[in-house]
């Protein structure tokens, strides 16, 4: 038997397969120019290459970016982003965003913030609720809440406040330890830091000389994606709103408009998301075929 990519897929059905669509691949820059610009995470090609690591994926040669596809041959994933179908060897699974004749379809959840909305008293279902926000707000910055860009001198305070997060939540019995991610999120930093392929904002929040906040965002295409967004709330309270309004403000003055808070992986965290501030929710389905 020869060396298996999955149960399904041998090296042998990749060689062919290279060997008749050769003529079809592409650069990244090319990829990154022709991607098209989804507000969901599970479309938008920025965080999808930040969480498959796709820059360490081309350096390792388990990646292939074709005219329309980005095949990662570890996993055996197809994403397609054009309306273009390739004969892929048995045991590929496709996934695409767009309305084409594949089985399975899902239908996937997100959470959007409009910033100006954070900030309108109308947009809340009464004044309450509307002034206990902006005074988590408030309450951050009397404690002398401030922000530092995440650097090498000081990404050691980033894995910091990351490993302690990570250590309350697992202490939780609330937690689904089998799939938390442990160390994604700090990897998902270092990506950012290391192939600067897209624009991003990386911060560290103090209150005095301890770190006490994680925050990554990506900036493509008009949408900021809030990729990380971690605090010690559990020591600080409403820690974690505070700091999300401290943002969103600088946000709003930068002339950004929306951030993508990410999908709901479960009702509860659709909920939780849902409470926090005034939303937009927007569907998407994914295709996938296997």
Not at 49 to 71: P, Q
Not at 239 to 268: C, I, M, P, T, W
Not at 278 to 288: G, S
Request: net charge positive; glycine share 6%.
């Amino acid at each position: 038997m020869g060396t298996q990519i999955s149960e399904k897929l041998s090296i042998q059905d990749l060689k062919d397969f290279l060997k008749k669509y050769k003529d079809r691949v592409v650069s990244l820059k090319k990829v990154i120019e022709e991607f098209p610009p989804f507000q969901e995470h599970a479309c938008s090609f920025p965080v999808s290459s930040l969480f498959h690591d796709l820059v360490g994926s081309l350096r390792d040669g388990s990646v292939i970016l074709l005219d329309g596809a980005i095949v990662y041959l570890k996993s055996a994933t197809v994403v397609l982003y054009k309306d273009i179908l390739y004969e892929f060897p048995t045991g590929f699974q496709i996934k695409t965003p767009f309305e084409l004749p594949y089985r399975n379809r899902k239908k996937l959840k997100e959470i959007l913030y409009r910033l100006p909305d954070i900030f309108e008293r109308s947009m809340y279902r009464n004044s309450d609720a509307f002034r206990n926000r902006m005074r988590y707000l408030k309450k951050l910055e009397k404690a002398g809440y401030a922000e530092r860009d995440v650097t090498r001198d000081n990404i050691g305070d980033a894995v910091k406040v990351h490993d302690e997060w990570v250590r309350y939540k697992l202490s939780l019995p609330s937690t689904f330890k089998k799939s938390f991610p442990k160390a994604k999120y700090i990897s998902m930093l270092r990506n950012c830091m290391n192939a600067r392929l897209f624009p991003y904002k990386a911060l560290v929040g103090y209150i005095g000389d301890e770190p006490v906040s994680l925050t990554l965002y990506l900036i493509w295409r008009g949408m900021v994606y809030s990729l990380i967004g971690i605090s010690k709330y559990w020591e600080h309270k409403h820690l974690s709103e505070g700091v999300f309004l401290y943002q969103a403000r600088k946000l709003l003055e930068d002339g950004h408009e929306y951030v993508n808070v990410g999908y709901e992986q479960n009702r509860g965290i659709g909920n939780f998301k849902r409470e926090k501030f005034p939303y937009i929710e927007v569907a998407t389905n994914i295709y996938l075929v296997k």
